[in-house]
Protein backbone atom coordinates (compact mmCIF):
# COMPACT_ATOMS: atom_id res chain seq x y z
CA UNK A 1 0.00 0.00 0.00
CA UNK A 2 1.18 3.80 -0.60
CA UNK A 3 2.89 5.56 2.43
CA UNK A 4 0.09 7.72 4.04
CA UNK A 5 1.83 11.03 3.07
CA UNK A 6 1.61 10.46 -0.46
CA UNK A 7 -2.75 10.27 -0.39
CA UNK A 8 -5.04 12.65 -1.16
CA UNK A 9 -6.20 13.55 2.39
CA UNK A 10 -10.16 14.50 2.27
CA UNK A 11 -12.46 15.41 5.32
CA UNK A 12 -15.54 13.84 4.78
CA UNK A 13 -17.67 16.15 6.57
CA UNK A 14 -16.43 19.26 4.78
CA UNK A 15 -19.31 21.20 3.23
CA UNK A 16 -22.65 19.22 3.16
CA UNK A 17 -20.90 15.95 3.69
CA UNK A 18 -22.83 13.16 2.26
CA UNK A 19 -22.37 10.23 -0.09
CA UNK A 20 -22.12 13.36 -3.70
CA UNK A 21 -18.37 14.03 -1.55
CA UNK A 22 -17.52 10.27 -1.19
CA UNK A 23 -18.50 8.94 -4.55
CA UNK A 24 -16.67 12.65 -6.26
CA UNK A 25 -13.20 11.77 -4.20
CA UNK A 26 -13.70 8.07 -5.54
CA UNK A 27 -14.25 8.14 -8.72
CA UNK A 28 -11.48 11.52 -9.11
CA UNK A 29 -8.77 9.03 -7.78
CA UNK A 30 -9.32 6.29 -10.48
CA UNK A 31 -9.22 9.06 -12.72
CA UNK A 32 -6.49 10.74 -11.77
CA UNK A 33 -4.59 7.87 -10.55
CA UNK A 34 -3.87 9.28 -7.10
CA UNK A 35 -4.51 7.54 -3.86
CA UNK A 36 -7.25 9.04 -1.83
CA UNK A 37 -7.95 8.85 1.85
CA UNK A 38 -11.32 10.27 3.35
CA UNK A 39 -11.81 10.87 6.89
CA UNK A 40 -14.94 11.02 8.63
CA UNK A 41 -16.94 9.53 5.87
CA UNK A 42 -20.89 10.97 5.65
CA UNK A 43 -20.28 13.18 8.80
CA UNK A 44 -22.43 15.41 7.34
CA UNK A 45 -25.50 13.27 7.65
CA UNK A 46 -28.06 11.10 9.76
CA UNK A 47 -26.33 7.69 8.60
CA UNK A 48 -22.63 8.32 9.24
CA UNK A 49 -19.73 5.81 7.81
CA UNK A 50 -20.18 3.87 3.99
CA UNK A 51 -23.53 2.94 3.10
CA UNK A 52 -24.10 0.46 -0.02
CA UNK A 53 -23.85 2.59 -2.29
CA UNK A 54 -20.49 3.61 -1.61
CA UNK A 55 -19.42 0.38 -0.85
CA UNK A 56 -20.63 -0.93 -4.59
CA UNK A 57 -18.77 1.93 -6.58
CA UNK A 58 -15.35 0.86 -4.44
CA UNK A 59 -15.82 -2.66 -5.44
CA UNK A 60 -16.75 -1.69 -8.73
CA UNK A 61 -13.22 0.44 -9.22
CA UNK A 62 -11.11 -2.03 -7.27
CA UNK A 63 -11.91 -4.35 -10.25
CA UNK A 64 -11.58 -1.27 -12.91
CA UNK A 65 -8.24 -0.15 -11.90
CA UNK A 66 -6.92 -3.04 -9.36
CA UNK A 67 -7.16 -0.55 -6.51
CA UNK A 68 -5.93 -1.36 -3.08
CA UNK A 69 -8.23 -0.64 -0.06
CA UNK A 70 -8.77 -0.22 3.76
CA UNK A 71 -11.53 0.38 5.72
CA UNK A 72 -14.36 -0.55 2.93
CA UNK A 73 -16.80 -2.33 5.29
CA UNK A 74 -19.96 -1.18 5.82
CA UNK A 75 -20.11 1.60 8.74
CA UNK A 76 -16.34 2.55 8.16
CA UNK A 77 -16.11 6.34 9.50
CA UNK A 78 -12.18 6.01 7.27
CA UNK A 79 -11.94 4.36 4.18
CA UNK A 80 -8.11 4.58 1.84
CA UNK A 81 -8.62 3.96 -2.01
CA UNK A 82 -5.42 3.51 -3.74
CA UNK A 83 -5.69 2.26 -7.47
CA UNK A 84 -2.73 0.38 -8.66
CA UNK A 85 -2.94 0.68 -13.00
CA UNK A 86 -4.93 2.82 -15.56
CA UNK A 87 -9.13 2.02 -15.14
CA UNK A 88 -10.25 -1.11 -17.66
CA UNK A 89 -13.67 -1.67 -19.20
CA UNK A 90 -16.14 -3.68 -17.49
CA UNK A 91 -18.54 -5.89 -18.51
CA UNK A 92 -20.49 -7.37 -15.54
CA UNK A 93 -23.15 -6.87 -12.75
CA UNK A 94 -21.89 -4.04 -9.86
CA UNK A 95 -24.85 -5.67 -8.15
CA UNK A 96 -22.59 -7.30 -4.61
CA UNK A 97 -24.80 -10.14 -2.78
CA UNK A 98 -22.44 -10.88 -0.01
CA UNK A 99 -23.09 -7.23 1.27
CA UNK A 100 -26.02 -6.55 3.56
CA UNK A 101 -28.65 -4.40 2.38
CA UNK A 102 -31.02 -4.31 5.43
CA UNK A 103 -33.90 -2.65 4.24
CA UNK A 104 -31.86 0.19 1.92
CA UNK A 105 -30.98 -0.64 -1.38
CA UNK A 106 -28.57 1.31 -3.76
CA UNK A 107 -30.24 3.65 -6.48
CA UNK A 108 -28.75 2.47 -9.10
CA UNK A 109 -28.45 5.75 -11.19
CA UNK A 110 -26.44 7.27 -8.43
CA UNK A 111 -24.05 4.31 -8.63
CA UNK A 112 -24.15 4.57 -12.39
CA UNK A 113 -23.30 8.18 -13.21
CA UNK A 114 -20.57 8.24 -10.74
CA UNK A 115 -18.86 5.37 -13.05
CA UNK A 116 -19.20 6.46 -16.24
CA UNK A 117 -16.78 8.99 -16.40
CA UNK A 118 -14.43 6.38 -15.10
CA UNK A 119 -15.53 3.64 -17.52
CA UNK A 120 -16.18 6.18 -20.25
CA UNK A 121 -12.31 7.40 -20.20
CA UNK A 122 -11.55 3.66 -20.17
CA UNK A 123 -10.45 2.77 -24.50
CA UNK A 124 -12.94 0.45 -24.32
CA UNK A 125 -16.79 -0.59 -24.33
CA UNK A 126 -18.06 -1.46 -20.91
CA UNK A 127 -21.74 -2.88 -19.99
CA UNK A 128 -22.54 -2.67 -16.58
CA UNK A 129 -26.13 -3.42 -14.41
CA UNK A 130 -27.05 -3.20 -11.10
CA UNK A 131 -29.93 -3.62 -8.84
CA UNK A 132 -31.86 -1.42 -6.33
CA UNK A 133 -34.16 1.59 -6.08
CA UNK A 134 -34.43 3.05 -9.43
CA UNK A 135 -37.35 5.56 -8.61
CA UNK A 136 -37.46 6.96 -5.24
CA UNK A 137 -38.33 10.38 -3.70
CA UNK A 138 -35.81 13.16 -3.64
CA UNK A 139 -33.38 11.01 -5.40
CA UNK A 140 -32.44 10.43 -9.01
CA UNK A 141 -35.21 8.73 -10.87
CA UNK A 142 -35.00 6.79 -13.88
CA UNK A 143 -36.26 8.89 -16.54
CA UNK A 144 -34.72 11.39 -15.49
CA UNK A 145 -31.06 9.94 -15.46
CA UNK A 146 -32.36 8.54 -18.92
CA UNK A 147 -33.40 11.87 -20.47
CA UNK A 148 -31.74 14.51 -18.95
CA UNK A 149 -28.37 13.42 -17.20
CA UNK A 150 -27.29 11.68 -20.03
CA UNK A 151 -28.77 13.86 -22.69
CA UNK A 152 -26.50 15.94 -21.01
CA UNK A 153 -23.43 13.80 -20.96
CA UNK A 154 -23.90 12.71 -24.51
CA UNK A 155 -23.27 16.85 -25.51
CA UNK A 156 -19.90 16.89 -23.22
CA UNK A 157 -19.04 13.69 -25.59
CA UNK A 158 -19.63 10.82 -22.98
CA UNK A 159 -21.67 8.24 -24.68
CA UNK A 160 -23.73 6.00 -22.56
CA UNK A 161 -27.21 3.66 -23.08
CA UNK A 162 -29.62 3.13 -20.39
CA UNK A 163 -32.26 0.35 -20.23
CA UNK A 164 -34.87 0.11 -17.51
CA UNK A 165 -35.03 -4.34 -16.75
CA UNK A 166 -37.75 -3.88 -13.50
CA UNK A 167 -38.41 -0.89 -11.92
CA UNK A 168 -37.70 -0.65 -7.68
CA UNK A 169 -39.89 2.31 -6.33
CA UNK A 170 -38.27 3.36 -3.14
CA UNK A 171 -35.12 2.01 -0.98
CA UNK A 172 -36.57 -1.39 -1.12
CA UNK A 173 -34.97 -1.83 -4.51
CA UNK A 174 -36.36 -4.70 -6.68
CA UNK A 175 -35.22 -2.97 -10.07
CA UNK A 176 -32.49 -2.79 -12.30
CA UNK A 177 -30.72 -0.92 -14.70
CA UNK A 178 -28.08 -1.88 -17.68
CA UNK A 179 -26.01 0.60 -18.88
CA UNK A 180 -24.09 0.64 -22.25
CA UNK A 181 -20.95 3.12 -22.52
CA UNK A 182 -18.64 3.98 -25.24
CA UNK A 183 -15.13 4.26 -24.73
CA UNK A 184 -15.64 8.60 -25.31
CA UNK A 185 -13.45 12.02 -25.53
CA UNK A 186 -14.55 14.49 -23.17
CA UNK A 187 -15.29 17.80 -25.18
CA UNK A 188 -15.91 20.92 -23.29
CA UNK A 189 -19.76 22.94 -23.46
CA UNK A 190 -20.29 26.71 -24.12
CA UNK A 191 -23.99 26.74 -22.36
CA UNK A 192 -23.75 30.48 -21.22
CA UNK A 193 -26.46 31.27 -23.14
CA UNK A 194 -29.03 28.73 -23.09
CA UNK A 195 -30.76 30.17 -26.78
CA UNK A 196 -34.26 28.90 -27.62
CA UNK A 197 -36.58 26.23 -26.29
CA UNK A 198 -36.69 23.30 -28.11
CA UNK A 199 -39.14 20.71 -27.14
CA UNK A 200 -40.43 19.93 -23.47
CA UNK A 201 -41.51 16.42 -22.54
CA UNK A 202 -42.74 14.09 -19.73
CA UNK A 203 -43.02 10.79 -18.59
CA UNK A 204 -45.39 9.33 -16.07
CA UNK A 205 -44.11 5.61 -15.08
CA UNK A 206 -46.20 3.37 -13.07
CA UNK A 207 -46.90 -0.17 -12.30
CA UNK A 208 -49.82 -1.68 -10.68
CA UNK A 209 -51.95 1.46 -10.86
CA UNK A 210 -55.12 1.60 -13.05
CA UNK A 211 -54.02 3.24 -16.68
CA UNK A 212 -56.99 5.58 -15.85
CA UNK A 213 -54.76 7.03 -12.90
CA UNK A 214 -51.99 7.78 -15.73
CA UNK A 215 -54.42 8.99 -18.07
CA UNK A 216 -55.57 11.66 -15.58
CA UNK A 217 -52.35 12.87 -15.17
CA UNK A 218 -51.18 12.98 -18.40
CA UNK A 219 -54.64 15.00 -19.35
CA UNK A 220 -53.58 17.56 -16.48
CA UNK A 221 -49.79 17.35 -17.28
CA UNK A 222 -50.67 18.13 -21.46
CA UNK A 223 -53.32 21.73 -20.43
CA UNK A 224 -49.98 22.78 -17.82
CA UNK A 225 -48.03 22.54 -20.09
CA UNK A 226 -50.42 25.02 -22.91
CA UNK A 227 -51.19 27.42 -19.83
CA UNK A 228 -47.44 28.10 -19.56
CA UNK A 229 -46.78 27.94 -23.15
CA UNK A 230 -43.79 25.62 -23.08
CA UNK A 231 -46.45 22.21 -24.93
CA UNK A 232 -45.37 18.90 -23.28
CA UNK A 233 -45.41 15.94 -25.36
CA UNK A 234 -46.03 13.48 -22.84
CA UNK A 235 -45.87 9.27 -22.44
CA UNK A 236 -46.99 6.68 -20.35
CA UNK A 237 -44.68 4.00 -19.33
CA UNK A 238 -45.65 0.65 -17.50
CA UNK A 239 -42.88 -1.04 -15.97
CA UNK A 240 -42.43 -3.94 -14.27
CA UNK A 241 -42.36 -3.45 -10.28
CA UNK A 242 -42.88 -5.68 -7.70
CA UNK A 243 -44.79 -2.91 -6.15
CA UNK A 244 -47.25 -0.15 -6.89
CA UNK A 245 -45.38 2.97 -7.91
CA UNK A 246 -45.48 5.79 -10.10
CA UNK A 247 -43.21 8.68 -10.48
CA UNK A 248 -43.38 11.82 -13.08
CA UNK A 249 -40.54 13.69 -15.13
CA UNK A 250 -40.40 16.46 -17.16
CA UNK A 251 -37.85 18.35 -18.74
CA UNK A 252 -37.19 20.70 -21.52
CA UNK A 253 -34.45 20.92 -23.71
CA UNK A 254 -33.39 24.55 -25.35
CA UNK A 255 -30.40 25.13 -27.80
CA UNK A 256 -27.75 24.95 -25.19
CA UNK A 257 -28.91 23.61 -21.76
CA UNK A 258 -31.45 20.97 -20.85
CA UNK A 259 -33.04 20.47 -17.29
CA UNK A 260 -36.24 19.24 -15.44
CA UNK A 261 -37.71 17.57 -12.72
CA UNK A 262 -39.30 14.74 -11.15
CA UNK A 263 -42.00 13.93 -8.59
CA UNK A 264 -43.04 10.52 -6.98
CA UNK A 265 -46.46 9.34 -6.13
CA UNK A 266 -47.57 8.10 -2.23
CA UNK A 267 -50.62 6.40 -1.22
CA UNK A 268 -53.51 9.53 -0.81
CA UNK A 269 -51.75 11.74 -2.91
CA UNK A 270 -54.00 12.18 -6.34
CA UNK A 271 -51.72 11.85 -9.54
CA UNK A 272 -52.61 15.37 -10.76
CA UNK A 273 -51.10 16.78 -7.33
CA UNK A 274 -48.02 14.79 -8.64
CA UNK A 275 -48.19 15.82 -12.05
CA UNK A 276 -47.94 19.20 -10.61
CA UNK A 277 -45.14 19.21 -8.26
CA UNK A 278 -42.98 18.06 -11.40
CA UNK A 279 -43.98 20.46 -13.88
CA UNK A 280 -43.73 23.25 -11.34
CA UNK A 281 -39.70 22.11 -10.68
CA UNK A 282 -39.33 22.77 -14.38
CA UNK A 283 -41.48 25.14 -15.11
CA UNK A 284 -39.12 26.82 -12.06
CA UNK A 285 -35.83 25.93 -13.58
CA UNK A 286 -37.19 27.29 -17.16
CA UNK A 287 -37.97 30.60 -15.94
CA UNK A 288 -34.72 31.04 -13.61
CA UNK A 289 -32.96 31.47 -17.22
CA UNK A 290 -30.24 28.98 -16.49
CA UNK A 291 -28.95 26.56 -18.72
CA UNK A 292 -28.85 23.44 -16.36
CA UNK A 293 -30.80 22.82 -12.84
CA UNK A 294 -29.94 22.85 -9.96
CA UNK A 295 -29.24 18.88 -9.43
CA UNK A 296 -27.74 18.29 -13.05
CA UNK A 297 -24.93 20.88 -12.39
CA UNK A 298 -23.91 18.42 -9.63
CA UNK A 299 -24.05 15.24 -12.25
CA UNK A 300 -21.94 16.68 -14.99
CA UNK A 301 -19.80 18.97 -12.52
CA UNK A 302 -17.50 15.13 -12.96
CA UNK A 303 -17.58 14.65 -16.20
CA UNK A 304 -16.82 18.79 -17.73
CA UNK A 305 -13.91 18.75 -15.45
CA UNK A 306 -12.15 16.63 -17.91
CA UNK A 307 -12.50 18.35 -21.35
CA UNK A 308 -10.01 20.28 -22.52
CA UNK A 309 -10.13 24.24 -22.73
CA UNK A 310 -13.31 26.09 -21.53
CA UNK A 311 -16.56 24.99 -20.28
CA UNK A 312 -19.27 27.23 -19.58
CA UNK A 313 -22.49 26.94 -18.09
CA UNK A 314 -25.37 28.67 -16.13
CA UNK A 315 -27.02 27.15 -12.90
CA UNK A 316 -30.93 27.63 -11.86
CA UNK A 317 -29.35 27.41 -7.66
CA UNK A 318 -25.63 26.65 -6.77
CA UNK A 319 -26.37 24.00 -3.75
CA UNK A 320 -23.99 23.33 -0.89
CA UNK A 321 -23.53 19.51 -2.82
CA UNK A 322 -22.25 21.44 -6.31
CA UNK A 323 -19.91 23.23 -4.20
CA UNK A 324 -18.90 20.35 -2.07
CA UNK A 325 -18.45 19.16 -5.47
CA UNK A 326 -15.86 21.51 -6.27
CA UNK A 327 -13.87 21.48 -3.24
CA UNK A 328 -13.01 17.81 -3.89
CA UNK A 329 -12.17 18.21 -7.66
CA UNK A 330 -9.77 20.84 -6.64
CA UNK A 331 -8.23 18.32 -3.82
CA UNK A 332 -6.72 16.35 -6.86
CA UNK A 333 -6.94 18.99 -9.35
CA UNK A 334 -4.72 21.94 -10.33
CA UNK A 335 -7.95 23.06 -12.60
CA UNK A 336 -9.60 26.56 -12.18
CA UNK A 337 -13.28 26.43 -11.39
CA UNK A 338 -14.52 29.94 -11.34
CA UNK A 339 -18.23 29.64 -9.72
CA UNK A 340 -20.16 33.21 -9.55
CA UNK A 341 -23.27 33.39 -7.03
CA UNK A 342 -23.51 32.54 -3.57
CA UNK A 343 -25.36 29.32 -2.14
CA UNK A 344 -29.24 29.45 -2.66
CA UNK A 345 -29.07 31.58 -5.95
CA UNK A 346 -28.21 31.57 -8.98
CA UNK A 347 -24.55 30.98 -10.45
CA UNK A 348 -22.35 31.20 -13.62
CA UNK A 349 -19.66 28.48 -13.44
CA UNK A 350 -16.26 28.36 -15.53
CA UNK A 351 -14.40 25.52 -16.12
CA UNK A 352 -10.84 26.43 -17.46
CA UNK A 353 -8.35 23.03 -18.40
Known amino acids: MAATSSLVLIDGSHGEGG ?12 ITQQGVRIDHVRAGTNYPGLDIEDLILIRALVKSCAAETVGAESGSSTVSFIPTRRCAALK ?78 GREGGGEVVLDIEPSSISPIDWHDRGGLISTHGVIAL ?40 CVTVWAEFE ?7 AMGAKGIRVEAVVQ ?26 TAILAEG ?17 WVIKQFLPIRITVKGKEGEPGEVVIRR
Open 19 to 30: GALVRTALTLAA
Open 92 to 169: ESLGVPDLDLGLRAPNANVVLNAILPVLGRSGAYSQVSLGGETYGANSLCFDYFSNVTLAAQRKLGLYSFPELISAGF
Open 207 to 246: SELPTTVAHRGLAHLVNLGISAKMPVEADIVGVDSHKPGI
Open 256 to 262: RGIGGAT
Open 277 to 302: AAFEGMFGWAKSGASVDAYLADQILP
Open 310 to 326: ETRFTVERLTKRFLTIV
